[in-house]
T-cell receptor
Framework: GNSVTQMEGPVTLSEEAFLTINCTYT??????LFWYVQYPGEGLQLLLKATKADDKGSNKGFEATYRKETTSFHLEKGSVQVSDSAVYFCAPPASPGGYNKLIFGAGTRLAVHP | NAGVTQTPKFQVLKTGQSMTLQCAQDMNHNSMYWYRQDPGMGLRLIYY???????DKGEVPNGYNVSRLNKREFSLRLESAAPSQTSVYFCASSEGDNVQETQYFGPGTRLLVL
């Protein structure tokens, strides 16, 4: 099956700093790729996704580009805010085709300070 | 729309006790999932239901049973709780079982087994 490796945290940044959270995966074919975010005390919610190679997903100022050559889907934001403090999960499908089973990385905790 | 709801929010059990975690969604989704989240390990799939009337094992099914009661509800049962089942449990749903579908998560149930 597929697998995912995600940058370990915690990541601590000052407000307005640039953010990169690395994510690489191994997969057969070109699966859809997802970033989910978990705010304190809440369940996960979709942040962005890319459904094909070279596709860029974006939402709330976050971006991630599906790069098949490097099998990466790094999350970036140009200027983080305190409200971005959360845990971020990279999630490719567990296996090609078939059911919608995702595999989640361990998560990267982001703390943004004023 | 309430989205995905879970009850209870928090539960303490003694080893050997049983309990059922409830999950319901009001989005008319076909597929539903149960995950557990442990520190440093991301989310792991326990069971899923691709559609009403079907259930299948995920990555960590041992010690759990599920029931897809109807299209809206998907319950998770612990027959004889063990301390290793102390975790946060999340229910999720998606419109279909295609790997491009977004999963929508409930707020979680925090379970402590003594």
């Amino acid at each position: 099956g597929n697998s995912v490796t995600q940058m370990e945290g915690p990541v601590t940044l000052s407000e307005e700093a640039f953010l990169t959270i690395n994510c690489t995966y191994t997969a057969t074919g070109y699966p859809s790729l997802f970033w989910y975010v978990q705010y304190p005390g809440e369940g996960l919610q979709l942040l962005l996704k890319a459904t094909k190679a070279d596709d860029k997903g974006s939402n709330k100022g976050f971006e991630a580009t599906y790069r098949k050559e490097t099998t990466s889907f790094h999350l970036e934001k140009g200027s983080v805010q305190v409200s971005d403090s959360a845990v971020y999960f990279c999630a490719p499908p567990a296996s090609p085709g078939g059911y919608n089973k995702l595999i989640f990385g361990a998560g990267t905790r982001l703390a943004v300070h004023p | 729309n309430a989205g995905v709801t879970q009850t209870p929010k928090f539960q303490v059990l003694k080893t050997g006790q049983s309990m059922t975690l409830q999950c319901a969604q009001d989005m008319n989704h076909n597929s539903m999932y149960w995950y557990r989240q442990d520190p440093g390990m991301g989310l792991r799939l326990i069971y899923y239901s691709a559609s009403e009337g079907t259930t299948d094992k995920g990555e960590v099914p041992n010690g759990y049973n599920v029931s897809r009661l109807n299209k809206r509800e998907f319950s998770l049962r612990l027959e004889s709780a063990a301390p290793s089942q102390t975790s946060v449990y999340f229910c999720a749903s998606s419109e279909g079982d295609n790997v491009q579908e977004t999963q929508y998560f409930g707020p979680g149930t925090r379970l402590l087994v003594l």
